[in-house]
């Protein structure tokens, strides 16, 4: 007994230890300890201990509260594991709709939105982070309605979405012909199409799938793309960007694996291993391999124990126990099968609903021998719905009783479409109260009856007796016998529905000849001979052509007669070809009206069975379209003078295609004049476009060109293109990215100017304006220089006064005055070479610098202005690790001169301000970031577009050129960088430029060790 103890004892040491082991493996890999915000973030956060985010509160499996008002879904997952990176809980604020999360966003009410789209209007008053996840939104349609389907094709079809989602927002911008129909939630937009109240709906497929699988819905299926990506991020208030980059950041820190696994958690796509490290794995591997030997010796010893103690006959006897429970249980269940088949028949060739319903209840009290059977009834012809009682087989309750939904047993069945099972009614809670008192029931089970996926009714029964209870067997086969009930209900209410079509379609087709003659058309029913005969037309055919219906049947020729002579011939040869081939005869042409006038006729017909007779006959409609053609006409000719217009300017209006027929399909004639190429050789060269861009400006203008194609925005840009000739031509190109209805894209169409003779007058004026600015440098560095010149004369001159009389010099006095000149005169120098430094004019050398150094550099050639400055201050933020930028030094240096000067002049005098110089780095997006912030007036919005425009300026005149951001937008671009703008009237402005970190490929890679030192040799 002891041994056996021992080697327990040993088994279960060895698992825990294994999985203990794996588990630190696991701890000590993914770095759960660490702090993933900064201080600065933390204090931030700690001093917020309430932070209320809101989810979309009906949005499975991505989000929702479940009945215990717990958040739950793949967005809380997300939401837990970031909880756990960062210490710190989040308030998630129930609402009662997506209106309300919206609402509230706005209000700033609450802090954020757990997860939503990213949509312009939201973008004004909340920020997002990165996508959290991106799952597609599909068509989708009952499964009797065949093909794919496309929302642009869709006109005229009722579309039930979510009201107020970026779905709603997306198809009512951008497909105005389709009819929404806005619902509370996804849930009721599947429920409207698979009742026909609805013909197709858009729903994010996670979304469908959840619905479709949980509320059983088998009338439904994937038709299409609604060709809207639906990526999902965090969104916080705008007012506090700390949220979103702590959010952000909390993002970042989920691995793929870890997203992986919360994906395939919800949405069940595909089988979801859990996904571990390979330590992990390894740690874990070692201590299951462990403990699996270890239970192997423990497995081998415990059989070596049985077969000493076993006794056979035991076992043959227990054996041949089981075997005569199974075969009395096989015999009782073929005498169900049996009645249940008899049950089949009788219920099937019932169609009357109301003698079904009552056949069974009837048959199941019989067969499951219970006191009582009744069913509920959906009635959807009230609003709400509500549950009726349609049958029973006691006077417990009454005929046409009504529940609501959640009410009673049934109330509750039809709310979650799951079978229930009460062991004793009598003493639950959820009893209804309108059941007889006198009666007392115990074990209740209700079986919900469902068509399509949907709950039709509920079958209900019961026992009197407190001893009888629903054992699973019972369950079984009480979910076969309501599964043959739905059927039979589904085959009665079939039968009712094609009675109550059939009336309806004689009623159709009497409405049918009415409407016919009222429309504002001709209908008409021609026989398939060689004149197509007319067997029918409706009256409005003596409104159209003037002829009462009496001629027009009368004379087989008329329709021949009336045919404009220059249509007659193509028209009658279409006759004759869908006469002998069957197709559809469409086709506009003219015709004469009895007055003589000339109209045109749209004649659209198809061959088709009449009542099923051999002979088809053509059924068609006639409808004058004279007034179209008149405008298409016009619309024509106003091409023609559009395109004769644009030809007269002198700019180049161009389409490129950028679908399989790669290249431009059309191009104004001044190409040739601006460039020497003709207009035939830019349409059959595709790669003309890439080949004339001067190779200097090539790679900027094929990344403009590319992240334009990503996202969509319009190109504008100004670079060099080289003309047949070789002399080098600037112009602005501004080009609009068309997408086709799947969202790809489809072309380009734009316009090239020539500002040549510009850019020479900006590139004068800059060089005026550099020297204008060199000039007050200097002027401000001849202050500098003159403290450290007199420092120098004046020890000098005492030291030479000295010498001069005799005098001795104590050794440290001497020291002290040669290291005050020494220190003074390195001083000048520094401000010198600063001063040399800027004032050449771009040489264009491209080196590595430190974007902080070049920064200091700045405020010491500009040290004598910000002290002249009245209450002015300058602080700056520096990233101590900031790695080197490539980049033209003297360039960067009036970058920062213009935005810092910029900056002061935006002061109020004579109050003041702060200028504040920030770098930070993102090495995820390899990019160095500048920022310039001021506290003045701010810029207005309707001109902040306008200000990197050359020569626009809103200071008085005399103080400025125009010329200072022109010159700012024109460097970063020519370094391939970006710049930002966020200003407030009154709230200051700031300046946000993003540099490249890494050089072009061509680049040398030894510009570290072509740096001077302390001095170069200039100085």
């Given at each position: 007994?002891?041994?056996?103890?021992?080697?327990?004892?040993?088994?279960?040491l060895?698992?825990?230890?294994?999985?203990?082991?794996?588990?630190?493996i696991?701890r000590?890999?993914?770095?759960?300890?660490?702090?993933?915000?900064?201080?600065?973030?933390?204090?931030?956060?700690?001093?917020?201990?309430?932070?209320?985010?809101?989810?979309?509160?009906?949005?499975?499996?991505?989000?929702?509260?479940?009945?215990?008002?717990?958040?739950r879904?793949?967005?809380?997952?997300?939401f837990?594991?970031?909880?756990?990176?960062?210490?710190?809980?989040?308030?998630?604020?129930?609402?009662?709709?997506?209106?309300?999360?919206?609402?509230?966003?706005?209000?700033?009410?609450i802090?954020?939105?757990?997860?939503?789209?990213?949509?312009?209007?939201?973008q004004q008053?909340?920020?997002?982070?990165?996508?959290?996840?991106?799952?597609?939104?599909?068509?989708?349609?009952?499964?009797?309605?065949?093909?794919?389907?496309?929302?642009?094709?869709?006109?005229?079809?009722?579309?039930?979405?979510?009201?107020?989602?970026?779905?709603?927002?997306?198809?009512?911008?951008?497909?105005?012909?389709?009819?929404?129909?806005?619902?509370?939630?996804?849930?009721?937009?599947?429920?409207?199409?698979?009742?026909?109240?609805?013909?197709?709906?858009?729903?994010?497929?996670?979304?469908?799938?959840?619905?479709?699988?949980?509320?059983?819905?088998s009338?439904?299926?994937?038709?299409?793309?609604?060709?809207?990506?639906?990526?999902?991020?965090?969104?916080t208030?705008s007012?506090?960007?700390?949220?979103?980059?702590?959010?952000?950041?909390?993002?970042?820190s989920?691995?793929?694996?870890?997203?992986?696994?919360?994906?395939?958690?919800?949405?069940?796509?595909?089988?979801?291993?859990?996904?571990?490290?390979?330590?992990?794995?390894?740690?874990?591997?070692?201590?299951?391999?462990?403990?699996?030997?270890?239970?192997?010796?423990?497995?081998?010893?415990?059989?070596?124990?049985?077969?000493?103690?076993?006794?056979?006959?035991?076992?043959?006897?227990?054996?041949?126990?089981?075997?005569?429970?199974?075969?009395?249980?096989?015999?009782?269940?073929?005498?169900?099968?049996?009645?249940?088949?008899?049950?089949?028949?009788?219920?099937?060739?019932?169609?009357?609903?109301?003698?079904?319903?009552?056949?069974?209840?009837?048959?199941?009290?019989?067969l499951f021998?219970?006191?009582?059977?009744?069913?509920?009834?959906?009635d959807?012809?009230?609003?709400?719905?509500?549950?009726?009682?349609?049958?029973?087989?006691?006077s417990?309750?009454?005929?046409?009783?009504?529940?609501?939904?959640?009410?009673?047993?049934?109330?509750?069945?039809?709310q979650?479409?799951?079978p229930?099972?009460?062991?004793?009614?009598?003493?639950?809670?959820?009893?209804?109260?309108?059941?007889?008192?006198?009666?007392?029931?115990?074990?209740?089970?209700?079986?919900?009856?469902?068509?399509?996926?949907?709950?039709?009714?509920?079958?209900?029964?019961?026992?009197?007796?407190?001893?009888?209870?629903?054992?699973?067997?019972?369950?079984?086969?009480v979910?076969?016998?309501?599964?043959?009930?739905?059927?039979?209900?589904?085959?009665?209410?079939?039968?009712?529905?094609?009675?109550?079509?059939?009336?309806?379609?004689?009623?159709?087709?009497?409405?049918?000849?009415?409407?016919?003659?009222?429309?504002?058309?001709?209908?008409?029913?021609?026989?398939?001979?060689?004149?197509?005969?007319?067997?029918?037309?409706?009256?409005?055919?003596?409104?159209?052509?003037?002829?009462?219906?009496?001629?027009?049947?009368?004379?087989?020729?008329?329709?021949?007669?009336?045919?404009?002579?220059?249509?007659?011939?193509?028209v009658?040869?279409?006759?004759?070809?869908?006469?002998?081939?069957?197709?559809?005869?469409?086709?506009?042409?003219?015709?004469?009206?009895?007055?003589g006038?000339?109209?045109?006729?749209?004649?659209?017909?198809?061959?088709?069975?009449?009542?099923?007779?051999?002979?088809?006959?053509?059924?068609?409609?006639?409808y004058?379209?004279?007034?179209?053609?008149?405008?298409?006409?016009?619309?024509?000719?106003?091409?023609?003078?559009?395109?004769?217009?644009?030809?007269?300017?002198?700019?180049?209006?161009?389409?490129?295609?950028?679908?399989?027929?790669?290249?431009?399909?059309?191009?104004?004639?001044?190409?040739?004049?601006?460039?020497?190429?003709?207009?035939?050789e830019?349409?059959?060269?595709?790669?003309?476009w890439?080949?004339?861009?001067?190779?200097?400006?090539?790679?900027?203008?094929?990344?403009?060109?590319?992240?334009?194609?990503?996202?969509?925005?319009?190109?504008?840009?100004?670079?060099?293109?080289?003309?047949?000739?070789?002399?080098?031509?600037?112009?602005?190109?501004?080009?609009?990215l068309?997408?086709?209805?799947?969202?790809?894209?489809?072309?380009?169409?734009?316009?090239?100017?020539?500002?040549?003779?510009?850019?020479?007058?900006e590139?004068?004026?800059?060089?005026?304006?550099?020297?204008?600015?060199?000039?007050?440098?200097?002027?401000?560095?001849?202050?500098?220089?003159?403290?450290?010149?007199?420092?120098?004369?004046?020890?000098?001159?005492?030291?030479?006064?000295?010498?001069?009389?005799?005098?001795?010099?104590?050794?440290?006095?001497?020291?002290?005055?040669?290291?005050?000149?020494?220190?003074?005169a390195?001083?000048?120098?520094?401000?010198?070479?600063?001063?040399?430094?800027?004032?050449?004019?771009?040489?264009?050398?491209?080196?590595?610098?430190?974007?902080?150094?070049?920064?200091?550099?700045?405020?010491?050639?500009?040290?004598?202005?910000?002290?002249s400055?009245?209450?002015?201050?300058?602080?700056?933020?520096?990233?101590?690790?900031?790695?080197?930028?490539?980049?033209?030094?003297?360039?960067?240096?009036?970058?920062?001169?213009?935005?810092?000067?910029?900056?002061?002049?935006?002061m109020?005098?004579?109050?003041?301000?702060r200028?504040?110089?920030?770098t930070?780095?993102?090495?995820?997006?390899?990019?160095?970031?500048?920022?310039?912030?001021?506290?003045?007036?701010?810029?207005?919005?309707?001109?902040?577009?306008?200000?990197?425009?050359?020569?626009?300026?809103?200071?008085?005149?005399?103080?400025?050129?125009?010329?200072g951001?022109?010159?700012?937008?024109?460097?970063?671009?020519?370094?391939?960088?970006?710049?930002?703008?966020?200003?407030?009237?009154?709230?200051?402005?700031?300046?946000?430029?993003?540099?490249?970190?890494?050089?072009?490929?061509?680049?040398?890679?030894?510009?570290?060790?072509?740096?001077?030192?302390?001095?170069?040799?200039?100085?």
């Open positions: 007994m002891k041994n056996r103890l021992s080697v327990l004892i040993y088994v279960l060895a698992v825990i230890m294994a999985a203990a082991g794996g588990y630190f696991y000590q890999e993914s770095g759960i300890a660490r702090d993933i915000l900064t201080a600065e973030e933390r204090a931030w956060l700690n001093s917020r201990p309430v932070v209320r985010l809101a989810p979309d509160p009906n949005f499975p499996p991505l989000e929702f509260f479940d009945q215990s008002g717990m958040y879904g793949m967005i809380a997952d997300y837990r594991l970031i909880e756990e990176r960062m210490d710190y809980r989040f308030e998630f604020v129930r609402l009662e709709t997506w209106d309300e999360v919206l609402q509230q966003a706005k209000e700033r009410q802090d954020g939105i757990t997860a939503a789209q990213i949509t312009p209007e939201r008053y909340l920020l997002f982070t990165q996508p959290i996840v991106d799952i597609p939104n599909v068509i989708i349609v009952r499964d009797n309605m065949p093909g794919n389907y496309r929302l642009e094709d869709m006109g005229g079809m009722t579309v039930a979405v979510t009201r107020g989602n970026a779905l709603h927002e997306y198809i009512e911008s951008n497909y105005p012909e389709v009819v929404i129909k806005p619902v509370d939630d996804d849930l009721q937009a599947l429920l409207e199409v698979s009742f026909y109240r609805a013909d197709a709906t858009v729903v994010n497929l996670a979304i469908a799938s959840y619905y479709i699988e949980k509320q059983g819905i009338n439904l299926r994937v038709a299409g793309d609604s060709g809207k990506d639906n990526p999902l991020a965090i969104a208030r007012d506090e960007p700390q949220l979103n980059r702590i959010l952000d950041k909390g993002l970042a989920l691995s793929p694996a870890e997203k992986r696994q919360i994906y395939s958690r919800w949405v069940q796509l595909q089988p979801s291993p859990l996904e571990v490290s390979q330590p992990v794995w390894r740690g874990m591997l070692f201590g299951v391999s462990v403990a699996v030997l270890l239970l192997g010796v423990l497995a081998l010893w415990t059989i070596t124990l049985r077969r000493r103690v076993a006794e056979s006959t035991g076992e043959l006897s227990q054996q041949l126990h089981l075997r005569q429970q199974a075969e009395e249980a096989l015999k009782k269940q073929n005498q169900f099968l049996e009645a249940l088949h008899q049950t089949s028949l009788s219920l099937l060739n019932r169609l009357d609903t109301d003698e079904l319903l009552e056949s069974i209840v009837d048959h199941a009290a019989q021998d219970v006191a009582e059977v009744f069913i509920y009834a959906l959807e012809s009230i609003s709400p719905p509500q549950l009726v009682v349609r049958a029973i087989t006691t417990r309750q009454k005929l046409g009783h009504r529940l609501s939904i959640g009410e009673g047993l049934s109330g509750k069945v039809w979650s479409g799951e229930l099972i009460i062991e004793d009614y009598a003493v639950w809670e959820g009893r209804a109260d309108h059941m007889d008192p006198e009666r007392t029931l115990h074990a209740v089970m209700g079986y919900p009856l469902k068509s399509g996926g949907q709950v039709i009714g509920v079958l209900g029964m019961s026992h009197a007796d407190p001893s009888r209870r629903f054992t699973p067997g019972d369950f079984d086969w979910a076969r016998y309501a599964a043959l009930a739905a059927l039979a209900l589904d085959n009665a209410r079939l039968y009712e529905t094609l009675k109550n079509e059939l009336a309806a379609r004689q009623q159709a087709e009497q409405r049918y000849r009415q409407l016919v003659e009222h429309i504002n058309a001709v209908t008409y029913l021609d026989a398939n001979d060689a004149v197509s005969s007319a067997l029918y037309t409706s009256p409005q055919i003596e409104t159209l052509l003037g002829y009462t219906v009496e001629e027009w049947l009368a004379d087989p020729q008329l329709w021949v007669k009336l045919l404009h002579p220059d249509d007659r011939d193509w009658l040869a279409l006759n004759e070809r869908c006469r002998a081939s069957g197709e559809n005869f469409v086709a506009e042409y003219r015709m004469y009206t009895r007055d006038r000339v109209i045109w006729i749209h004649d659209d017909a198809v061959l088709i069975d009449l009542l099923g007779e051999s002979e088809k006959v053509w059924h068609g409609i006639m004058d379209i004279t007034e179209r053609k008149q405008m298409e006409a016009a619309l024509r000719q106003a091409e023609q003078r559009y395109r004769d217009l644009i030809e007269r300017f002198h700019a180049v209006f161009y389409l490129e295609n950028l679908g399989e027929n790669k290249g431009f399909v059309y191009i104004s004639p001044h190409v040739e004049t601006m460039l020497g190429y003709s207009v035939e830019w349409l059959a060269d595709v790669g003309l890439m080949r004339v861009i001067h190779p200097e400006d090539l790679e900027r203008v094929s990344e403009m060109n590319n992240r334009c194609m990503r996202t969509g925005g319009t190109f504008r840009m100004e670079y060099r293109m080289v003309a047949k000739d070789g002399h080098v031509v600037w112009v602005y190109n501004e080009s609009t068309t997408l086709d209805a799947l969202g790809n894209p489809q072309n380009w169409q734009g316009i090239w100017i020539d500002i040549t003779e510009r850019k020479r007058s590139e004068m004026l800059q060089t005026s304006q550099k020297m204008a600015d060199l000039g007050t440098l200097a002027a401000g560095v001849a202050h500098e220089l003159n403290s450290p010149l007199q420092i120098i004369t004046g020890a000098s001159e005492v030291l030479l006064g000295r010498l001069e009389r005799g005098e001795e010099i104590d050794s440290d006095l001497l020291k002290r005055r040669l290291e005050m000149i020494n220190q003074s390195w001083r000048s120098a520094e401000i010198i070479r600063s001063l040399l430094n800027y004032a050449r004019s771009g040489s264009g050398k491209m080196e590595y610098y430190n974007l902080n150094d070049l920064i200091r550099e700045m405020l010491k050639l500009m040290e004598h202005q910000l002290k400055w009245s209450n002015i201050y300058v602080s700056t933020e520096l990233l101590p690790e900031l790695p080197p930028m490539w980049c033209d030094r003297n360039q960067i240096l009036q970058v920062l001169i213009n935005l810092v000067s910029n900056a002061r002049d935006a109020p005098r004579p109050r003041g301000g200028i504040f110089i920030q930070q780095h993102d090495p995820q997006n390899g990019v160095i970031i500048l920022k310039v912030s001021d506290t003045g007036a701010g810029i207005p919005q309707e001109i902040i577009r306008n200000i990197f425009d050359p020569f626009f300026t809103t200071k008085p005149l005399g103080q400025g050129t125009g010329l951001l022109s010159i700012v937008l024109g460097i970063v671009n020519a370094h391939r960088g970006g710049i930002d703008v966020e200003s407030q009237p009154g709230q200051g402005t700031t300046f946000t430029i993003y540099f490249p970190e890494n050089p072009p490929q061509d680049a040398q890679e030894d510009a570290f060790a072509k740096k001077a030192g302390r001095f170069n040799d200039e100085v």
